[in-house]
């Protein structure tokens, strides 16, 4: 090693450990808030309380972490394990988008479990949207107000979903991580990222008006366009691939439709429609409704404090759009993807005391929702 | 870089990635899904079905809610009713038999009876649980009442059920059974379930 290289390396060294050292607090909550989560997840397994929906010998008991795998993360499992495959009028795989399980089946294939990989991939890529959120909010929040908002992400309610074998946490990331790239003109990068938001998640697709919005401003084409374009060229490539597999492009429609979901021109008015005969059904999903009434309210202050409009627009879309299958069900998960809710709710909790309430809460509720994964499905 | 090229790459490497990574289904799952597909699309079957050993009989079938118990509480599930008179009612937690008493009757009969008739909702959920569990399922090209078909081998918990599918369609039209102690063959058309049909089934289900 030559002394160029010997300085080069302490000095890389050294900002690194001022870079973590910039971002010690958002370790911290995140560190904090996944352990209450894989505690009370731990402490599920050895109690088997609440039972549930789960029954005696149910895969989710079998395993230390088990809850955190359980509902779709048991659905993303099959894909990986044995593919895509329709079954007629039956709820079924092709409802769930393909990069989490193909991201699983390369783990497994390192020797990892399913269920372990899941976990492992899922709390890092939450660690790594906390911070990439942390960087993209101080592009139109003061410093303050990006790092408020990254904190309430890491102890956010229903985050426990982040922790879960489901596709949220990468899909989270690589939301952010497109928008904050087209920000520095790394198109190619965000269009990389906003490609695999879509495979991942439908919703992800929506990525496309943030990135739209930049490409707009500052009159950029070409590549700026492309990664505009990519999140629906990768979104298209499904229906594509099961028309492959499965001879039927139109499997994931046929699926959702089994899964109680099909997109119609009165799927919002139905949804508001069915709204007291669910709660009659089930009283716990007054949490998606009070949840979505939440994200919108937040989605308004996020707009007046100055977050760009292309990402106000691209977070209703997560929030209304799963309403247009008819159905409330689970928009409060859909809209952990609207990155500024999180921005509107720092900027509603500037004054500390609001803040350290809304903390505390959070971390409770957090707790509460992970504890009964096995009564109500996220 | 171009617009559209970059777009190209983003979606053959998207397809590329589900095509290289993920597993795809066997054709035997493939033509089953098919043939539950067919099953799901309609609620009655009539044919013509005969267990090992006995003779040949007439066999009409539908699926609809039918009242087990005679509690008036209504249930779903697939109701057979045979040429001899013998009625099969099958729902959830129950399985009914009504009419002439048989000597002997081995313990599966009836559900073999109503595998054989080719109950749309039972045959369905008989594919959905053999596909669920990813077993194997065979596949190979024979002849049934000198018509070439499919031959489909479903492994179930309780027995193996063969399911004949037309080659083009795969369309189930016939089906063999063996369960412990009990086997057979039966041949049938899937066909539109008419008004008064069901009424006159619940009629022979007090």
Known sequence: ?378 | MPTALLVAVIGAAAWGLQAATLPRPTRGQLLAADAARWLTLYRRSAGVERLDGRRALRSSCIQGWFPPYGTGQLEHGSALELGDGERVLAVEHHLGVLGPPRMSEPRFAPLVELELAGCPHLLAMRIDAVLAAHRGIGVWRTSVLARPVVALSLHTRLSEILLYVTPRTREPIAVRVNAPGVSGFGSFRLVPLREGIVDRFQQGFP
């Open chain 1, 1 to 378: 090693m030559t002394a160029e290289t010997f300085v080069a390396d302490r000095s890389s060294t050294r900002e690194l450990a001022t870079w973590i050292a910039a971002r010690r607090e958002l370790f911290a909550w995140w560190a904090g808030s996944r352990a209450l989560v894989l505690g009370v997840a731990l402490l599920g397994h050895f109690t088997r309380y609440p039972h549930g929906y789960f029954g005696r010998h149910a895969y989710a008991w079998r395993h230390a972490f088990g809850i955190l795998g359980a509902w779709d993360g048991t659905w993303y499992r099959r894909i990986a394990q044995h593919g895509y495959l329709l079954v007629p009028g039956r709820q079924s795989d092709p409802a769930f988008f393909p990069l989490w399980p193909v991201i699983l089946r390369l783990a497994h294939g390192l020797g990892i479990s399913y269920l372990a990989a899941a976990i492992v991939l899922a709390n890092a890529c939450f660690l790594g949207a906390i911070l990439v959120v942390d960087a993209l909010g101080r592009r139109w929040l003061p410093a303050a107000d990006a790092r408020r908002a990254a904190v309430l992400l890491a102890v956010f309610p229903l985050g426990a979903v982040f922790s879960m074998a489901y596709p949220e946490s990468l899909v989270l990331l690589l939301l952010a991580g497109a928008t904050l790239a087209a920000l520095d003109d790394r198109w190619l990068l965000a269009a990389a990222c906003a490609g695999g938001a879509a495979l991942a998640r439908p919703e992800g697709v929506l990525v496309a008006l943030p990135l739209a919005a930049v490409a707009w401003r500052r009159r950029r084409r070409g590549a700026a366009l492309g990664a505009v374009l990519a999140p629906v060229a990768a979104l298209v490539s499904f229906p594509l691939y099961l028309g492959q597999v499965l001879h039927d492009p139109g499997a994931w429609g046929r699926a959702e439709k089994a899964w109680g979901r099909s997109f119609r021109w009165d799927g919002v008015y139905r949804a508001f429609d069915t709204v007291p005969a669910m709660l009659r059904h089930n009283a716990w999903l007054t949490r998606d409704v009070v949840f979505f009434v939440v994200y919108l309210a937040l989605l308004a202050v996020a707009y007046r404090a100055g977050v760009s409009r292309g990402w106000i627009a691209a977070g209703a879309g997560m929030v209304l759009l799963p309403l247009a299958s008819g159905s409330l069900l689970s928009d409060g998960r859909f809209g952990l993807l609207a990155i500024p809710v999180y921005w509107g709710l720092a900027v509603a909790a500037r004054d500390r005391r609001v803040h350290g309430v809304l903390l505390a809460v959070s971390l409770v509720l957090l707790a509460g929702v992970t504890l009964t994964i096995p009564s109500l499905f996220p």
